[in-house]
């Protein structure tokens, strides 16, 4: 397995490849890999012949008051894992080459950044498609693969993606849990064991909203968001909610209603750490 | 000569070019073409195997109120002339295609883009690097070619494949001139006989303050600007002038004394219609 620092190294090998009618996967990340990480790197695999893994902790994703400094690192045993998810390049650019002092171009989705997660994080939607437009860039992918954990992003990526005509497959892969239902998530680790335990919070409270659906054929979106916060609460006491959304999956607009084509998703801080997850109900 | 009309297509071909090994040239122009736009695509088949002329009237770097339904178009003419010069392939896309209902994606430039002509035009330079981050995309050129008479869009579009690391190579043709001295512009075409003979005090301005700078050795830009506008009015006395700058060639940050960066740019409205040039001195 390659691992290439260097920006110009990285497009040098992506126009290689590309001349050789190789098809390239990409999967971003920002490093601390889990089994959800690893699942995208296998799922590139399957749809291309190289895949490059980039690791980037993206500073412009996170504001100032935000975890950046302590977000979790672990490069050594992150490209052990990736050569043993099959990868075939790690790209791990250093933050001054990828944001030089006088940096100052930006790639903004407007209207589906400004809800739910933009809304509480105002900047991050714009940090996420910048780095993603440099990461495309620099590798010139045919197929990129993201997690459906970031619901939101993804549906960001998407449009960006379709706008600005990147010649890109978009794939989003499905949320792998822990064995409680906890989606994989670097930030786990911010937690102590007893926390840990109320983490599964939100997803109880996903599964109990599509039993209701399913079960009960309740789709009045005003009940289940109160259900679901009554489970939040039960479970975790301190649990801040910061929303319950039900929208289209495709165009993020909010839904009265459940139907076929809703996900629900959610933001809970707990003990200090924001977590997010989502559910399709059929 | 092929001429392709469909994103898709483009995308296609683009990336089939790649995979034999093809260099490809971009030449990105809004049609009515001149011996300008031709000088271009003369240097970028210099410098590629294929060169790829887009046509296409970019209607987001056009203010409401500027001349986007009037802007002289002439695709037959434009076609013949491109295939004269050169081009191997000709992408004309659609306006509803490039930018459908729901589009809300932009690439913006900071800083550089507030002085000069984004003054003047507050969202131009937004509409011009959103653009051409899309050909960019479409086309996937190793060269871009594009015209030194739009500098201020050179220096930003310089900026933007810095910072988003395109891995193409831009290069910026001098402009080309009437034999008075008139930059080769489409708008040129707006003036009657008498007003295009006025025309020439953009000409006649810079290449006056040249003068001054290399035989009488004055260096003061607030002299060269007094010098220039006068200059200007004796030519065209309803002459409006939008801004006569001296400014670093790299940075656009304006200075005080001419030096071996300078450049000398201006805008000056004339008959309602608004041309631009410029020149180094050295």
């Known amino acids: 397995m390659k691992i290439i620092r260097s920006i110009k190294q990285m497009q040098r090998v992506s126009r290689e490849l590309a001349s050789e009618g190789k098809k390239i996967g990409l999967v971003p990340t920002m490093g601390f890999l889990h089994e ?5 790197i296998r799922r590139a695999k399957k749809l291309s012949d190289v895949v490059i893994t980039s690791i980037f902790v993206n500073p412009t994703q996170f504001a100032p008051d935000e975890d950046l400094a302590r977000y979790p690192r672990d490069e050594k045993g992150d490209i052990r894992k990736i050569d043993k998810a099959g990868g075939d390049i790690v790209f791990i650019p250093k933050a001054a080459d990828m944001y030089p002092d006088e940096f100052q171009t930006y790639v903004t989705v407007e209207g589906i950044t400004q809800t739910f997660e933009g809304e509480s994080r105002p900047t991050h939607f714009r940090g996420v498609t910048t780095i993603v437009a440099k990461l495309f860039n620099i590798t010139q992918p045919d197929i990129a693969v993201f997690g459906q954990k970031d619901y939101q992003q993804a549906v960001v990526l998407k449009k960006m993606v379709t706008d600005l005509d990147y010649p890109i497959r978009m794939v989003i892969a499905p949320t792998v849990r822990e064995k409680d239902g906890l989606a994989m998530s670097s930030r786990n680790k911010y937690f102590t064991p007893d926390q840990r335990k109320e983490t599964v919070c939100l997803y109880r409270a996903l599964t109990g909203a599509r039993k ?24 975790c006491p301190v649990a801040e909610i910061d929303y319950i959304a039900f929208t289209d999956y495709d165009t993020l607009k909010p839904v009265k209603e459940v139907n076929r084509n809703t996900i629900c998703s959610l933001a809970v801080r707990l003990h200090g750490v924001r977590l997010i997850d989502n559910m399709r109900f059929y």
Do not use: D, F, P, Q
Request: aromatic share 4%; proline share 0%.
């Open 36 to 40: 959800g990480h690893l699942s995208l």
């Open 212 to 235: 209701m659906v399913k079960n009960e054929k309740i789709y009045g979106t005003a009940v289940l968001r109160r259900k679901m916060k009554k489970i939040i609460k039960e479970i």
